[in-house]
């Protein structure tokens, strides 16, 4: 009877989508069994999402789990405890690949107003900014804001934890969640790191052990697990929980994240351990600094290849959903700082007030906006990652790339005409004829 209902919720779900029906209707496929004591979600789950290589890995179905059915395994959930579920639905609520965010988010995040959209998601206003705590500036990643705001907030009484992510010392450019309880903590996770961590697993732990309010660092995936956590419309205790004590969510720009192939391939290109990468920064090139003082720089396009094919179901670069945005993007040692909601305005004002910071206009680097632009263009203008090919689908044509798996948007594609293309094939090395070999 179990899996009859869940099939069934599952031809509803596809029902919908093969109608074309309004996405934020997509839900009801499974809220409506709520008031009847729900399904077995978890099913559902790993069936449309986790055994396709759809999963992005953020980690929410996780993290909201009311009776822990899941671990995390390979950068996805894996049901160790099937059984366990208890038909709550609260999983499949928050995964942002089975639906949109409800239309009433804007109104639930409590957007600051005026809000615009300049293409990278509403925001009040933005800048250029970096932190006037030359500790910070010199642990931190461009200027160092987000490690700014998170030991302002902790030193302030803002928040009490941080949920943050902290990198492996044997393998530095590979991180893990944690939840950040001191300034010092903070410090230490200060870098970014390319590589795919899912920070939002500390909520759990902050959960348990009651440490709030809290402050959240993810990279758009993880924001909207978070937002559509909190805001689900399933209101059990867990999911009130995190939306009553998690106060400020900060976003990191994010294309894509790598695979650790990708750090074995530059170890090996550098001809040092993988421990002596101690940090790499992305300016249209790899910009990477090692332990002992050097700095190197590689192409970027041939890092390229080590993308990680998850990162093509999320639609979102510039963290739209977050309390604040930030990114380094075509900057040197300032970060593009953008504002949107209330509690994102509260946290800056504080910071600036207090003196923790500097900032420039945005037209005092015009093309940094511009490059926000079009890469969170390309980004929104997929179709949604339920109406996307599978992994096997994907390999089927043999273009696992996330960031060009689809193209022609700038020749004005809406996305419901485009069609993913093959990667280009490898351009042939012109050899030489004899009579070209003979001339002096």
Known sequence: MTQDLTKEVQRRYHRLLEEGANPNEWAYAWRSEYNRGGFKAVDFLMEE????????????????????????????????????????????????????????????????????????????????????????????????????????????????????????????????????TTPEEVLVSARSRYSYQPNTLALVEAMEQGIAPLAVVGVPCQVDGVRQQQFSSIRLDVAEWYRKNIVLVIGLFCSEAFTEAGIDWLAEDLGVPKRDITNINIKGRLEIKLRDGREETRSLKAFGKFARPACLYCMDYAADNADIGLGGIGLNGWTFTVIRTEAGHRAWQALLEAGWVETKELDEAPKSKELLVRLSRYKRNRPLPALMPTHLEREAIGNLDPKHYYRGWEDGCSAKDWRPLPPPPPKKKKTKSKSEESTP
């Open 49 to 180: 999402v986790v055994n396709p290589g759809k999963c992005i890995g953020c980690a929410a179905c996780l993290t909201i789990c009311p009776v822990d059915v899941f671990d995390y395994v390979n950068e996805k959930p894996q049901d160790s405890r099937n059984s366990a579920c208890v038909f709550c639905e609260l999983c499949v609520d928050a995964c942002p690949v089975l639906r949109p965010t409800d239309t009433d988010l804007p109104r639930q995040m409590q957007l600051r107003e005026p809000s615009i959209d300049d293409g990278f998601g509403p925001y009040a206003y933005a800048v250029l900014a970096r932190t006037t705590r030359e500790y910070i500036l010199n642990e931190g990643q461009d200027g160092g804001i987000c490690s700014a705001l998170a030991i302002h907030g902790m030193q302030t009484g803002a928040f009490k934890g941080v949920v943050v992510g902290n990198e492996d010392p044997d393998n530095p450019q590979m991180g893990y969640a944690q939840l950040a």
